[in-house]
T-cell receptor, first 114, second 113 residues
Framework: NAGVMQNPRHLVRRRGQEARLRCSPV?????VYWYRQLPEEGLKFMVY????????ESGMPKERFSAEFPKEGPSILRIQQVVRGDSAAYFC????????????FGQGTRLTVV | GIQVEQSPPDLILQEGANSTLRCNFS?????LQWFHQNPWGQLINLFY???GTKQNGRLSATTVATERYSLLYISSSQTTDSGVYFC???????????????FGQGTILTVHP
């Protein structure tokens, strides 16, 4: 069984560009979570999605950040007009739902804004 | 929201030593997980342990939910155990918080040969 797959592993963007981060959950998992890890810090929740629905985006900045989990295809975290402070590791996790919230994490995408 | 505190923040060991990492949380939890973040940044699931005791090789974990803490034991440590150990909890609020994890700040473990 493939685990959570994230791509790209590393992403470099110039200030003002857009960053798109992709996450394919574990096969059969219907719950997807995005977390951000700033340098020397722990992981912070950003957004929780199920297929075609955003359930909780309380941890996501109100501007420039958006997330989706379409009926077909991976979940996407989009950051528009990136700034240096967006440089971080972005992790995606999935869980099966159906009574289990055990989370499985991808390898992360390391975003560097230059 | 729920608070998660891990101790110690840093730990340096010689290969072969044993260690205990602690995670305190401020409220009841639905879920508690331990992760190892290796030097390449990958997060590896160690235990899913909202209560009780589990063992996996040289690692074991115990969560005492009524007293709001969890312990991770590492025996006969190896250099490959180096990295950051995170505890993460899910509060039982349910609804939009279902599955949402709050992480501690981590314990940085360095094992010297």
């Amino acid at each position: 069984n493939a685990g959570v797959m994230q791509n790209p592993r590393h992403l470099v963007r110039r200030r003002g560009q857009e960053a798109r981060l992709r996450c394919s959950p574990v096969k059969g998992h219907s719950h997807v979570y995005w977390y951000r890890q700033l340098p020397e810090e722990g992981l912070k929740f950003m957004v929780y999605l199920q297929k075609e629905n955003i359930i909780d985006e309380s941890g996501m900045p109100k501007e420039r950040f958006s997330a989706e989990f379409p009926k077909e295809g991976p979940s996407i975290l989009r950051i528009q007009q990136v700034v240096r402070g967006d440089s971080a590791a972005y992790f995606c996790a999935s869980s099966p739902g159906a009574g289990s919230t055990e989370a499985f994490f991808g390898q992360g995408t390391r975003l560097t804004v230059v | 929201g729920i608070q998660v505190e891990q101790s110690p923040p840093d730990l340096i060991l010689q290969e072969g030593a044993n260690s205990t990492l602690r995670c305190n949380f401020s409220d009841s939890v639905n879920n508690l997980q331990w992760f190892h973040q290796n030097p390449w940044g990958q997060l590896i699931n160690l235990f899913y342990i909202p209560s009780g005791t589990k063992q996996n090789g040289r690692l074991s974990a115990t969560t005492v939910a009524t007293e709001r803490y969890s312990l991770l034991y590492i025996s006969s440590s190896q250099t490959t155990d180096s990295g950051v150990y995170f505890c993460a909890v899910e509060s039982p609020a349910g609804g939009t918080s279902y599955g949402k994890l709050t992480f501690g700040q981590g314990t940085i473990l360095t094992v010297h040969p």
